[in-house]
């Protein structure tokens, strides 16, 4: 008989608002193959198979299947996830809506805090309380949870949130009241808060269950339709999801624990710049990612992708917070298919609404009325409408025009072309806010960010707009930018992240009994790596901690120096967070007394990684075949002008293109204003030189 060979692809899907991209990497002959579909929102596994059929790749002859998606995140920011129920402790009803009693928004007499994703009439509570150090003040009361499993029978719920006081020191109560329901109520998704999160903190622990159980039955409804395509096919590999740290985590956890991959599409993207920038020996730039629907930023420091352990949804503002940790990233609501409208005076807005896949851009001829930025790029020749994906779709020119006429340019009495440009000049000012949240807001120096990579579909697009708003220098566009996400999955690595409050003074805890809770919580992440059962190349692990000056409320991750271990000295970690405490709020204080408030560790596996291919070498000026033709284009400096355009698949390393030019590939096309200078690497990125004078 004919023996089985093995599998010798490794798969990546991401599935985004607008587009599903498909990455397949050929372990054997070291290439990689691409798909790009429109998203299938009813059906999302469907966008997957027709990105893969586009590869020539089949699921079944892959060994590793990786997967991430802007479903969570879009569900929550649309407000369009379960009916779900909050349960909590008797008297403690209202802390999900009370929140904090920070005002944000000090000067603004109109200001509403966050709205709660559960109303008040479906928050209920039980008899039970569990105190500080975990044990029990008042047992559960069964009876008064029989009669609620009755009441939640009759409000057509889809899913149930628990939140217990300090369930974090002991998870009894909570473990209980959802196995009672899961037996009594079975076709309710349960997520209780002592699975997501040990930290203390209880608006913010409710509000990350709550979250968890509002986007949980969507999640698992589609993963589980994924599930039911690789038995379909007989698949045999691992299929594996990326959390928003950008790290990989099993199915069955991501079926569960939904909000871990909240922002695992974008989070994807910053784990592919991370890697360029380690391949190119850069240590800080900033990934922009501009796709469909909305654009995101984030940030590598050091090499390494900044992680934040506490975010908002929905902005600092009104936004809800979530106990877990992810890559910092800063998203606003200007994509390509954002939809440029008036507002009741009369000004020219662009997004946060978005045309989506359906009915999409006006040009996409989709059923789309409302002009878009898509349409926009389109009437200003950044895009040949012959040539849109290929070829694969063909853009209605005319249709974009007489939108944008009579919904934008007519009634601001402008011509098309300058309400087209004026949609572009408000979409970069947007954009740059995204670069700012993850810089200036986190108390970084932009000027310490010099290079800017620039993906997603419609990255390339706006990249050089966008650079000169924020005074960059350098744009870097990777190779397939538009399936960059995809790329970036494919270079993860299992993770797992423990934290767990623990409140001691550094004064009074030693080196010893800081490294034995360490192990203990390490010792979890190596059974979640087992059970995984992944070939890893190796292990890293990374220790951290909270950490403030004693009287302070709110604290600052420190990552541990692993000399303070070697060394057996306390006074390197009071060192280390003296200076984080700089850093971040500009001042530190190291005579004063400092305190631990949690520990975290964080495990990741590091597995087998796809060979960087090179390019070849070529000369100065591209050679002849690269250069497909001219357009006229209209410029946000110079206003119209002939550009040059070069197919990128024929450009060599060493080629220069000065600007005005457009530069086309499948999915993207990058636009290098007047006086901008790009030249290809070995890689075949394309490092543009902005020309900000």
Not at 163 to 177: A, C, D, G, M, W
Request: proline share 5%; glycine share 10%.
């Amino acid at each position: 008989m004919p023996q089985h060979q093995p599998s010798r692809y490794r798969v990546a899907a991401d599935i985004g608002g607008t587009f599903t991209d498909v990455a397949a990497f050929d372990e054997k002959l070291g290439r990689f193959t691409l798909g790009k579909t429109l998203t299938t929102p009813r059906h999302l596994v469907d966008g997957i198979l027709t990105g893969l059929q586009k590869t020539g790749v089949a699921l079944q002859d892959a060994h590793l299947f990786l997967h991430g998606s802007t479903v969570a995140i879009n569900t929550m920011l649309e407000r369009s996830g379960a009916r779900t129920a909050l349960i909590t402790t008797r008297g403690f009803r209202d802390i999900y809506e009370i929140g904090r009693i920070n005002r944000p928004d000090s000067f603004n007499l109109w200001h509403r805090k966050h709205q709660p994703l559960v109303e008040r009439d479906l928050r209920f509570e039980l008899t039970e309380r569990m105190m500080a150090d975990g044990t029990i003040h008042k047992p559960l009361a069964m009876e008064e949870l029989a009669a609620l499993c009755e009441q939640l029978k009759t409000l057509a719920l889809d899913s149930v949130a628990i939140l217990f006081l300090h369930s974090y020191r002991n998870p009894l109560h909570e473990q209980t009241v959802r196995d009672y329901i899961q037996q009594h109520l079975p076709h309710l998704f349960v997520s209780i808060s002592s699975e997501l999160s040990q930290e203390y903190r209880e608006f913010e622990r409710t509000s990350t269950v709550v979250a968890n159980a509002y986007i949980g039955p969507r999640v698992d409804k589609y993963l589980g339709e994924i599930e039911d395509e690789l038995k379909a096919v007989d698949f045999e590999g691992k299929f594996l999801v990326v959390q928003s740290t950008g790290g990989l985590y099993s199915l069955s956890e991501a079926r569960q624990d939904c909000v871990r991959m909240m922002e695992s599409g974008p989070a994807a993207g910053v784990i592919g710049t991370q890697a360029l920038c380690k391949a190119l020996n850069i240590q800080n730039a900033i990934a922009f990612d501009m796709g469909g629907t909305t654009a995101k930023a984030g940030v590598v420091r050091n090499g390494r992708a900044l992680v934040a352990n506490s975010v908002m949804i929905g902005g600092y503002l009104t936004g809800l917070p979530l106990l877990t940790p992810m890559i910092d990233i800063h998203e606003v609501g200007t994509g390509g298919g954002s939809i440029a409208s008036l507002s009741g005076t009369g000004a020219l807005r662009v997004g946060p609404q978005s045309a989506g896949a359906s009915p999409g851009p006006v040009c996409y001829g989709l059923g789309g009325t409302e002009p878009t930025v898509t349409d926009a790029n389109l009437i200003l020749g950044r895009l040949d409408p012959k040539n849109f994906l290929g070829g694969e779709m063909v853009l209605d020119k005319a249709g974009a025009t007489a939108a944008m006429k009579e919904k934008i340019a007519t009634p601001l009495g402008l011509s098309v072309t300058e309400a087209a440009l004026g949609i572009l000049r408000i979409g970069a000012a947007a954009m740059s806010h995204a670069v700012k949240g993850v810089t200036t807001d986190r108390g970084l120096d932009p000027g310490a960010f010099p290079n800017l990579f620039a993906y997603g579909g419609a990255g390339p697009l706006h990249a050089s707009m966008v650079a000169r708003e924020l005074r960059i220098p350098t744009v870097i566009i990777p190779r397939a930018p538009g399936h960059f996400s995809a790329f970036g999955m494919l270079l993860a690595d299992f993770r797992k992240d423990l934290v767990r409050s623990q409140f001691v003074s550094l004064a009074s805890v030693t080196i010893q009994a800081l490294d034995a809770w360490f192990q203990d919580m390490e010792q979890q992440a190596l059974g979640a790596l087992s059970a995984a059962e992944l070939k890893t190349r190796k292990i890293v692990l990374q220790r951290s901690l909270d950490m403030r000056y004693v009287g302070q409320e709110h604290a600052v991750t420190v990552e541990v120096p692993a000399a303070a271990f070697k060394q057996g000295k306390m006074a390197l970690l009071k060192k280390a967070f003296d200076e984080a405490h700089r850093e971040r709020y500009g001042r530190g204080s190291p005579h004063e007394a400092a305190e631990i408030v949690s520990i975290r560790s964080t495990l990741n596996g590091e597995m087998k990684k796809p060979t960087l291919e090179k390019i070849a070498t070529g000369k100065r000026t591209p050679p002849a075949g690269a250069l497909s033709g001219t357009r006229k284009v209209f410029y946000s400096e110079g206003g119209w002008a002939m550009a040059q355009v070069y197919r990128r698949d024929a450009l060599l390393a060493g080629n220069t293109v000065h600007g005005p030019a457009l530069i086309e590939e499948h999915a993207s096309t990058t636009v290098l204003q007047p006086k901008d200078v790009m030249v290809v690497d070995p890689l075949g990125n394309l490092h543009i030189t902005i020309g900000l004078s």
